[in-house]
């Protein structure tokens, strides 16, 4: 039992550049989401899912895409980075009973140059 | 939507000594208040977490007390050790379908021998 996953660990990108951070989690959780910790910020939600082919916003989404196609897998895309990306990215899960206690991932570390 | 702020954003202390972490928020609808640890490039751990019927919750060398007519709940550590030595999150939510957290800043606590 992995947990959540994320990959890469670290990426750097060019400003215009698009990517794609990953996040798994083998828990079946129905709830995932996605946040951004920047110095002296603490973490801010990005996007989040309740199920399969269900997201929606958070606090900061302009910028960055999601789809939930599985119960396991909620990628976050970039189409167009910014250095305002630059930040270190964690995905989380929950169950729908414990939508409160979330397992974050281990993170992606990514800066735009 | 909701705010939270936390206090003070550097704490040192003795081994041994306590520790005390403040945070305040501003939407009286939030009913859920958890602490994260997170240690220097590692993800964050919940630690503990409190509901908003429950005014005291205490587990081992740690404690959160909760004042909802002030909007503002705290964390105490006591019996200091260095492994207490992280950044600590409180955050708070609102149940809409969806647990979603707002974080504080964070605390950076140093716990010397």
């Known amino acids: 039992n992995a947990g959540v996953t994320q990959t890469p660990k670290f990426q750097v990108l060019k400003t215009g550049q698009s990517m794609t951070l990953q996040c798994a989690q083998d828990?079946?959780?129905?709830?995932m989401s996605w946040y951004r910790q920047d110095p002296g910020m603490g973490l801010r939600l990005i996007h989040y899912s309740v199920g399969a082919g269900i997201t929606d916003q958070g606090e900061v989404p302009n910028g960055y895409n999601v789809s939930r196609s599985t119960t396991e897998d909620f990628p976050l895309r970039l189409l167009s980075a910014a250095p305002s990306q630059t930040s270190v990215y964690f995905c989380a899960s929950s169950t729908a009973e414990r939508t409160d206690t979330q397992y974050f991932g281990p993170g992606t570390r990514l800066t735009v140059l | 939507g909701e705010n939270v702020e936390q206090h003070p954003s550097t704490l040192s202390v003795q081994e041994g000594d306590s520790a005390v972490i403040k945070c305040t928020y501003s939407d009286s609808a939030s009913n859920y208040f958890p602490w994260y640890k997170q240690e220097l490039g590692k993800r964050p751990q919940l630690i503990i977490d409190i509901r908003s019927n429950v005014g005291e919750k205490k587990d081992q060398r740690i404690a959160v007390t909760l004042n909802k007519t002030a909007k503002h709940f705290s964390l105490h550590i006591t019996e200091t050790q260095p492994e207490d030595s992280a950044v600590y999150f409180c955050?708070?939510?609102?149940?809409?379908?969806?647990?979603?957290?707002?974080f504080g800043t964070g605390t950076r606590l140093l716990v010397s021998p």
């Open positions: 828990m079946n959780h129905e709830y």
């Open positions: 955050a708070a939510s609102i149940y809409t379908g969806f647990q979603k957290l707002v």
